[in-house]
């Protein structure tokens, strides 16, 4: 289960699954520049107060689950991880270029989507609809017990 991020003036649980193909679509991974990979999304983790979550690689791309703070624009999480990333593994694993012409590893786009831990898009689009009504009464002590 993920945990709250508890800051001086927030409580947050935000938690994103990003994909990034590998420039080309090719198939570059192997078991050392996996390991390569994961320990620099750790180390960074570390630095920038991101949590990897799950990291998972499939052939031509990689996935990652991950959880950061409001401040952390998800474009800007994006980008420094595939840069420092791409940098290690040029870094650690030359070979690697051989497949990748032009110096990019990673292509510039990427997916992006926001995963949630207390309800589905009805059940919150309900509950917000519901504000300020009296019904709301009893879907409102049913959303705040998924917080406490």
């Known amino acids: 289960m993920v945990e709250h991020i508890h800051k001086r003036h927030n409580k947050n649980l ?8 590998v420039k080309y679509r090719r198939n570059v991974f192997t078991e050392e ?34 959880q950061s703070v409001p401040n952390k624009c998800v474009s800007d999480l994006v980008k420094l991880i595939k840069s420092i990333t791409a940098k290690q593994v040029f ?28 309800g589905n898009l009805a059940m919150l689009q309900n ?10 009464t009893q879907l409102h002590h049913q959303t705040l017990s998924l917080f406490e």
């Open 14 to 21: 935000l938690v994103y699954h990003i994909v990034c193909p």
């Open 33 to 66: 520049s996996e390991q390569t990979l994961k320990r620099t999304c750790l180390e960074l983790g570390i630095r920038y107060e991101i949590i990897f979550l799950e990291i998972g690689i499939d052939g031509d791309h990689a996935h990652f689950l991950i």
């Open 91 to 118: 870094k650690q694993h030359p070979e690697v270029k051989r497949f990748l012409w032009g110096g990019n590893f990673w292509t510039m786009g990427y997916y992006v989507n926001t995963v949630g831990q207390y």
């Open 127 to 136: 509950y917000v609809k519901k504000q300020g009504r009296k019904d709301y």
